[in-house]
């Protein structure tokens, strides 16, 4: 999936740092010789790496890698770039929805012209499920905007004055909120999540922001729960399946907004220096930025 200009970055910062670096696997003579790989999505034949250390997946989340062989650690990239592209994607879908946005630009196209009701910020209470590096600060952003805003997470613990619910409270969470936001990695926990049962649980007329992962949504849930108006609309950048088919009902669905996947596209150079970081760590003996707990999944 990389580009030449990506390979060009990464060859320079490398060069800098006085590292070895091999681009694509054609290219790779002596497989032995390769301790730290950098992919998207590691090779099938991975076991002929025999002295790989750690796979560092060049994303923010490491859904698409696949059991490592024992003894390699996996780490996911760590960039303040990625944070704040969807910190910006989510703070504006939740803008566009709490001001009806999703409404008037299927007006606009229709040549509509009829207001709607605006709420005032604490009339809408968001709640970001994942409350860790991107979650939290989309949740501070919010709330700085006057919102009122809970979180949920694995843990529950609070987080910066924002009440935040556990797995097992799951229910008063999603009862106390009309506009929810998905940042969860996608884990076997996370896998289906949004369901019928699930929607239920949100009050009549709820909106939906979702840049989690697609397969934590069920797109047939989500259109009876459009068409039921418990949920009113949805800006999804992720989708179930994704690429979303041409002919799939929900891009011409008005209530729903859908952006392919970009809320956040690692940036080159944030994305070398992950892995000179880890490189570092690993040679050093510190614990690798961005490690991956393999009993959590993220
Ligand atoms: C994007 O979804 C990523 O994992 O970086």
Redesign the pocket.
Known sequence: MSTQERAEVWQKLFADADEEIVIGEAAVVDHDAITHLACWKPPADIGRYRNLRVVI??????D?VPPLPEGVNLS??LSPR?DQMVCEWVVMSALMLHRNMVTYIDQASRGIWKPHANLMTRETRIGVMGMGRVGLPVARCLKNMGFHVSGFSRSGRPNDGITTYGARDMDVFLADTNLLICLLPLTDDTRGLMSDAFFNKLPMGSRLVH?G?GAQIDMTALRSALDQGRIESAMLD?TNPEPLPENHWAWADPRIIITP?I????DYEDGARHVLEVIDADRNGRIIPGLVDSTLGY
């Open positions: 997946s060049v994303g923010a989340g490491v698409q996911r990239t990625i840049a992962r992720v996947h809320a956040s596209v690692t």
